[in-house]
């Protein structure tokens, strides 16, 4: 079945790096690419997504790129502050248009101050 | 984006008891989905809401143990059903952002602990 990996499971990084998280699908009719942020506690708060037509978006210190020949996106979070700490999931549509996703194992990202 | 709502917040039940979710929206929508969160895991869809027809489960999920009702463009019920302690989560309610977007937004989730 449809799966979405997703790299790595925990990442530490000091304040003012930067921090990169990748995830891969299987399903080729991916076309909807959503980050979504958890803090602990919350609900999961969409971040930035990319469509497959586009290579790369950009929004402030974050940023997403795709590969789909690859299959694979990344997010880029730069000049990381303490509140970027949570836990990150990427996540890819399922068949197409149905609006459904599929969600990756998630990330936990700890920026130290 | 879309205000939405869900009840309870959390809940204790008692294994072998069903519980009942209610997602309530502020605006119509026409996607509506289930997730279930088990304790520090992610997200796994268990189906998607129809509006006037039976829902559609995934893999893994079935009607009798997740009834889900959509009476309406911006209500939805999930029950869990004859409950036991491996249904411990966080369910959660999403919908699309509308106008034809792709984008999910999250319900604030109910957290269920099954004793």
């Known amino acids: 079945g449809e799966n979405v990996e997703q790299h790595p499971s925990t990442l530490s990084v000091q304040e003012g790096d930067s921090a990169v998280i990748k995830c891969t699908y299987s399903?080729?009719?991916?076309?909807?690419f959503p980050w979504y942020k958890q803090e602990l506690g919350k609900r999961p708060q969409l971040i930035i997504d990319?469509?497959?037509?586009?290579g790369e978006k950009k929004d402030q210190r974050i940023a997403v790129t795709l590969n789909k020949t690859a299959k694979h996106f990344s997010l880029h979070i730069t000049e990381t502050q303490p509140e970027d700490s949570a836990v990150y999931f990427c996540a890819a549509s399922m068949g197409g248009n149905t609006g459904k996703l599929i969600f990756g194992q998630g990330t936990t990202l700890q920026v130290k101050p | 984006s879309a205000v939405i709502s869900q009840k309870p917040s959390r809940d204790i039940c008692q294994r072998g008891t069903s519980l009942t979710i209610q997602c309530q929206v502020d605006s119509q929508v026409t996607m509506m989905f289930w997730y279930r969160q088990q304790p520090g895991q992610s997200l796994t869809l268990i189906a998607t809401?129809?509006?006037?027809?039976?829902?559609?489960?995934e893999s893994g999920f079935v009607i009798d143990k997740f009834p889900i009702s959509r009476p309406n463009l911006t209500f939805s019920t999930l029950t869990v059903s004859n409950m036991s302690p491996e249904d411990s989560s966080i369910y959660l309610c999403s919908v699309e952002g509308g106008r034809g977007h792709l984008e999910q937004f999250f319900g604030p989730g109910t957290r269920l602990t099954v004793l």
């Open positions: 809401a129809n509006q006037g027809s039976e829902a559609t489960y």
């Open positions: 990319i469509r497959s037509n586009v």
């Open positions: 399903d080729s009719a991916s076309n909807y």
